[in-house]
C-alpha cells in the first residue's frame, strides 16, 4: 500500500493554476488550515490574497501536497518538476486522459510522477477537515471535526454532495479520486482506516481496476475494526449476456461485487440516503453484534408500522425478558401492554423524569439497540420543546445502561440538524428516516457478525488467463476431469446409438440416455435426454430417436431418489479471476435464482455458510420428513473448488448441473466444461 500521510495530511501546500486554485486555497484558509500556502501563476500576482510565484520550480521547498488545475499536457510538466523535487503527493484536478480515451496522455503523467503519489486525473480533489486542507475547487459545507467519517468517491459531482450533507452525520474527510492512475480506491481504504480520528469510511464505487489489491486494503481495514459502507453503481451487462452456461448468466460482474463485500464485512447499499444513516450510525458506536432490537413509540400505529417494515429484513424485536418485562412495567399504567415493539402511550408525554425512568427499565433488557421513534415538528409554526424532552430522555438513559441508543424519526425532516447534533455528541444516533434507520442496523449488525469470526478468509488471488482457443468437452469427458476431483457421478458408458441397449444391460435397469455431443450444451432443451428407462424396447426406442441429434449417446445408470436438485458452477472473470456458484437448480435454476457467489480460493466455512443462504437448503437440512447429505453437498462442491485450482486460469465456463442430492449421498448427473487448451 502506498504512503500517503503527507498528501493527506499537508503541513505545506502548493496551489499551482487560476481560479480553481483560488478557490481552494479560499476554501482551505476558511477551515483554519495554519501551514504554509504556495501559490503559483505566470502571470497573476495573488491567488486569494497569496502572492504567486511564477513557476514550481520557484517553491523554496518540497511541499507535502500540490493541487494542479492547469491544462492537461501542461499538466505532465509541473508534475515532473514537483517530483524531481520531493513533493509528498499532487491532486490532478485536469480532465481529457483515459476518461476520453487518451491512454497514453495518462501513461505519461504516471511515468511523470516517478513514484509521487497521484490523485486523479479527473478529480476535484479532497476537503480534509481533520488536516483543515482543502485541494477543493469548489464550495464545500465542511466544517472541522475531532472525529468523524471519511467518503471516497470516483465522481466529482457527488463527493460535492457528500460536501453539502445536512444529516447530523459528522464528516470528517471527503475525497474525489477520479481515474485512479496511481492512487487508487484500495490505497485511500488502507491510508484511513490507520487514522484514529476516522470512525468509519464510506465508499461511491463505479469499478474497482484492482480487486486484489482492493481486497487485501478492505481486509487491514477489518482488522483494524474500521467499518466500510459502499454505495456500488454501474451494474455490469456481463449477467445479462447469452452465456452457454447457467452460471455465466447467473454470476456476473455485479453478484461478485456482492461476494468480495460479504467475504470482508462491507455493508452495500442501494440509496444514497440509506448509505449516510448507515455511516451515522456505525459512526455512534460501530457494529453490533446481533439484529435484536426494541422500539419505543407512543403510537399503536408507529408500533405496528416498524414491526411490518422489519418483516423481510434480518432484524427482529424480541418479547420482553422475565425480568425485563415487570420492571418496565412499574414505569407505566396498567392501559399499556408490555410488548415490543412497545406503544408506551402518551400518559407520560412531557414528564422527562417518568420517560427517563421507563427508557432506562428498557435498555437494561439486552437489546441490540433500542429505539425511540419520534418526529419532532421543524414547522416554524409548531413548538419542538416536548419532543426534544422525549430525545433527551433516551439520551440519559442511553448514557445510564452504556445502551446502543437511537432515535428515529419517520420522515428524514422530522429531525432538526440542533437536535441531531446534540444527540450525536451524546453517543445517540440520530436517524432521518425510519427504512433506512431499520437498513443501517441491519448492516451494523452484518459487520458485527463478520467481524466476530474466527477464521483465517483466503487470499484473493490476481486473475489470469491462459491457453489458446477454448473447447467444449462432452458432458462424459467433462464428469470424468470432475470424478478425478472428487466429485460423484453416475457410472455411464459412451457409445454408438446403435449399441445402447448392450450398455444398458451392462450397467443394469434403470438406465438414462442422453445425446453425446459438445456441441450441444442444453441436452433437455433440444429433446436429447430420456430418463428412466427400463427395458431394451425403452432403450432402443429412445437411442433411435437421439441418434437424429448425434450418432453417438451416454447411457448412464439412473440416479432416484433425490431430495434437491442444485447446481454448482464456475465462471471466469477478468477482474475478479474464477468464482463459484451454488444455488437451486435443474430446468428453473435461471427462473429461481435462488443462488449464491463465492471468490476463489473459498473456505470450507464459507462454502456451508453460502449453501445455508440458499431457501432450496430447506430440502437439503429436512423437510416434510425427508433430508439430504448436506455433507455430501459439501464436499461436492469442495471438489469442484479443487477442480477449479487445478486448472487455474483455463477455465471459461463449468455447471454441475443438477447436482442430485440424496439421502446418502450427491451425484452430478449433468456436467458441462468450457475450458481453453493448455
Not at 477449479?644 to 447436482?659: K, S, T
Request: proline share 5%.
Amino acid at each position: 500500500m502506498r504512503e500517503l500521510t503527507r498528501l493527506l495530511n499537508p503541513s505545506s501546500i502548493a496551489f499551482i493554476g487560476g481560479n480553481e486554485c483560488a478557490i481552494a486555497i479560499r476554501r482551505t484558509l476558511e477551515l483554519g488550515f495554519t501551514g504554509r500556502i504556495y501559490a503559483v501563476h505566470p502571470k497573476r500576482e495573488e491567488l486569494a490574497g497569496v502572492p504567486t510565484l511564477r513557476s514550481a520550480e520557484e517553491i523554496p521547498e518540497p511541499v507535502d501536497a500540490a493541487f494542479i488545475a492547469v491544462k492537461n499536457e501542461p499538466t505532465i510538466g509541473v508534475v515532473r518538476i514537483l517530483s524531481a523535487r520531493g513533493c509528498g503527493g499532487a491532486v490532478i484536478y485536469a480532465a481529457g486522459f483515459a476518461e476520453t480515451g487518451n491512454t497514453e496522455l495518462q501513461r505519461k503523467l504516471l511515468a511523470a510522477a516517478n513514484g509521487m503519489p497521484l490523485m486523479g486525473p479527473n478529480c476535484y480533489g479532497f476537503v480534509n477537515t481533520l488536516s483543515r486542507a482543502a485541494l477543493w475547487p469548489d464550495e464545500t459545507g465542511l466544517t472541522p471535526v475531532p472525529r468523524g467519517v471519511a467518503l471516497i468517491t470516483q465522481s466529482g459531482n457527488i463527493a460535492c454532495n457528500f460536501t453539502m450533507m445536512m444529516r447530523g452525520l459528522p464528516v470528517a474527510a471527503v475525497f474525489s479520486i477520479g481515474n485512479q492512475v496511481d492512487v487508487g480506491m484500495h490505497d485511500m481504504v488502507d491510508a484511513l482506516s490507520a487514522d484514529p480520528r476516522i470512525s468509519a469510511i464510506g465508499l461511491h464505487v463505479e469499478g474497482l481496476p484492482d480487486v486484489p489489491a482492493f481486497a487485501r486494503a478492505a481486509a487491514i481495514a477489518r482488522q483494524r475494526k474500521v467499518p466500510i459502507v459502499v454505495l456500488k453503481t454501474g451494474r455490469s451487462e456481463q449477467g445479462a449476456r447469452v452465456a452457454m452456461s447457467h452460471t455465466s448468466s447467473l454470476a456476473g460482474a455485479d453478484t461478485l461485487y456482492d461476494a468480495l463485500f460479504e467475504r470482508y464485512g462491507i455493508a452495500r447499499m442501494k440509496s444514497v440516503s440509506a448509505f449516510a444513516e448507515t455511516l451515522k450510525f456505525l459512526h455512534n458506536g460501530g457494529p453490533i453484534a446481533d439484529s435484536r432490537l426494541v422500539s419505543l413509540s407512543c403510537s399503536g400505529g408507529e408500533a405496528a408500522l416498524v414491526a411490518d417494515m422489519a418483516l423481510d429484513r434480518k432484524v427482529s424485536f424480541p418479547p420482553f425478558d422475565a425480568k425485563t418485562r415487570p420492571r418496565v412495567a412499574a414505569t407505566l399504567n396498567e392501559y399499556v401492554a408490555i410488548d415490543n415493539p412497545l406503544d408506551y402511550h402518551t400518559f407520560i408525554w412531557a414528564q422527562p423524569e417518568k420517560l427517563t425512568a421507563t427508557f432506562t427499565e428498557v435498555l437494561k433488557g439486552g437489546f441490540d439497540v433500542g429505539m425511540v421513534i419520534l418526529d419532532t415538528p421543524t414547522h416554524p409554526k409548531m413548538k419542538p420543546d416536548s419532543w426534544a424532552m422525549t430525545a433527551r430522555a433516551m439520551a440519559a438513559a442511553s448514557q445510564a445502561t452504556g445502551a446502543r441508543a437511537a432515535v428515529v424519526a419517520t420522515l428524514s425532516e422530522g429531525m432538526p440538524l440542533a437536535l441531531a447534533d446534540e444527540l450525536s455528541a451524546s453517543g445517540v444516533a440520530p436517524m432521518m428516516g425510519l427504512d433506512d434507520a431499520l437498513t443501517a442496523f441491519e448492516a451494523a449488525a452484518a459487520i458485527g457478525c463478520n467481524w466476530a469470526r474466527a477464521e483465517e478468509l483466503p487470499e484473493m488471488l490476481a486473475p489470469i488467463t491462459m491457453g489458446s482457443e477454448a473447447h467444449v468437452f462432452s458432458e462424459h469427458a467433462a464428469k470424468e476431469m470432475l470424478k478425478a476431483h472428487g466429485l460423484t457421478v453416475p457410472e455411464g458408458i459412451v457409445c454408438a446409438a446403435g449399441d445402447a441397449v448392450a450398455a444398458a444391460e451392462r450397467l443394469g435397469y434403470p438406465v438414462t440416455l442422453k445425446v453425446s455431443s459438445a456441441a450441444i450444451a442444453h441436452k433437455t432443451e433440444a429433446g436429447g435426454v430420456a430418463l428412466n428407462l427400463r427395458t431394451p424396447a425403452e432403450v432402443e426406442e429412445a437411442a433411435r430417436r437421439l441418434s437424429e441429434l448425434a450418432p453417438d449417446v451416454l447411457v448412464e445408470r439412473m440416479v432416484t431418489g433425490a431430495v434437491a436438485e442444485l447446481i454448482i458452477g464456475l465462471t471466469s472473470d477478468p477482474q475478479f479471476g474464477t468464482a463459484l456458484v451454488v444455488g437451486a437448480g435443474g430446468i428453473l435454476t435461471e427462473l429461481l435464482k435462488d443462488t449464491a457467489t463465492l471468490i476463489l480460493p473459498t473456505t470450507r466455512t464459507e462454502i456451508e455458510r453460502a449453501l445455508q443462504s440458499l431457501k432450496v437448503w430447506r430440502l437439503v437440512e429436512g423437510f416434510r420428513g425427508k433430508s439430504g447429505d448436506a455433507e455430501a453437498v459439501i464436499a461436492a462442491v469442495e471438489a469442484v473448488a479443487r477442480f477449479a485450482a487445478a486448472h487455474r486460469g483455463f477455465i471459461e465456463e463449468l455447471d454441475v448441473n443438477p447436482l442430485l442430492v440424496r439421502k446418502d449421498g450427491a451425484v452430478a448427473v449433468d456436467a458441462l466444461i468450457k475450458m481453453r487448451t493448455p
